[in-house]
């Protein structure tokens, strides 16, 4: 992390309008300049640049920074706790040491095989702490994602689902939760995992976050368990003009934003997978571009552990492609939009 925090602002004076940014100088997970202090001063065991970005993204209800920020937070907090525990000690009662502290617990317990058990009996802590959160939809969401994990039934994540969109009708990381506990209640239900991503997508504002939602949708359906078997395969095949869809919207909210954006590359990293997963390669060339020096895990890291390593060999595999294709080469490859599931 502090490699990449002390070559972000270089990467960045090198891709204002990136072209071929060298291997060298890609980033993982880059912190942007605001979180980036935070971080640093979080290595030293200080928590308060922490504890004043939160604050900052809580009372200007800045939800999806916040949102955004206190996963990477909670992330840090996993292998360097000293300056949440001291934080929370300062300040016991403070929501934002509690936002953190309540997604570290939800993080330390789902790689566990007893997942579900160990979030069964953390969820009421959790909601308890999203009841005192006020306006502040974000530790709803931390609440779907253990109700998520301990397999709640539908009723009660009904019940968090409402308290969360009561605070922020078009908050992203609420729906993203409520699609992946959508996606898990019902394996292969690819069509109604774009019905849920669509409606939210018509009825947001242009510039939210959630637009993105059927991109995420689209991934959800071609990584799912089901998408690997025969009939998954055909049910994907019969929402292509709607996973093709989701890619184009997401192509024109990555077009919104400067190339080489740090808050747009977890879209654009995304995007990118889904249009090589859907074989629109020239497509993906256009965002792996866009993305300059910013690579995030997500979604790379569902392949491989090593998710840069996977990034640069997509972007080496289409920038082969594309060299095959210019002038003076013979045509290589397959058809622009071919069948998903091919890389």
Do not use: K
Not at 76 to 101: K, N, V
Not at 110 to 122: F, H, K, V
Not at 315 to 331: L, Q
């Amino acid at each position: 992390m502090l490699r990449a925090f002390l070559r972000t602002t270089a990467a960045r004076a090198r891709s204002r309008t990136p072209r071929s940014v060298p291997d060298d100088d890609v980033l993982l997970d880059a912190p942007d300049d605001r979180l980036a202090p935070a971080l640093v001063a979080a290595a030293r065991g200080d928590y308060a640049p922490a504890a004043g970005l939160l604050s900052t993204t809580r009372e200007r209800a800045e939800w999806e920074h916040r949102d955004r920020y206190a996963t990477r937070l909670a992330a840090f907090a996993r292998s360097r706790a000293e300056w949440l525990d001291t934080w929370r000690a300062t300040a016991p009662d403070d929501p934002d040491a509690l936002l953190i502290a309540a997604r570290l617990a939800v993080h330390r317990r789902w790689d566990s095989p007893a997942r579900a058990e160990l979030l069964r009996q953390l969820v009421p802590a959790v909601v308890g702490a999203a009841e005192t959160s006020g306006p502040d939809p974000v530790p709803w969401r931390t609440a779907l994602d253990a109700a998520r994990g301990a397999r709640a039934g539908h009723a009660e994540f009904e019940r968090l689902w409402a308290e969360a969109v009561r605070r922020s009708a078009h908050h992203y990381g609420c729906h993203v939760a409520a699609l992946q506990y959508l996606a898990a209640s019902s394996p292969g239900a690819h069509g109604e995992c774009l019905d849920f991503a669509e409606t939210a997508a018509q009825d947001a504002p242009g510039d939210a976050l959630v637009r993105a939602l059927p991109l995420r949708a689209a991934f959800t359906c071609l990584t799912s368990t089901a998408a690997s078997t025969g009939t998954g395969t055909a049910a994907v095949r019969t929402h292509r003009r709607r996973l093709d869809a989701a890619a184009d919207r997401a192509i024109a909210l990555s077009a919104a934003h400067p190339a080489a954006d740090p808050w747009t590359a977890e879209l654009r990293n995304l995007l990118a997978y889904v249009l090589l997963r859907l074989g629109r390669r020239q497509d993906a060339a256009e965002q792996l571009r866009l993305t300059g020096p910013y690579v995030t895990s997500f979604p790379w890291e569902r392949d491989t552990d090593d998710p840069l390593g996977h990034f640069l060999q997509a972007r080496a595999d289409v920038r082969a492609e594309a060299r095959a294709r210019a002038p003076g080469h013979p045509p290589r490859g397959r058809a622009e939009r071919s069948a998903p599931g091919d890389h």
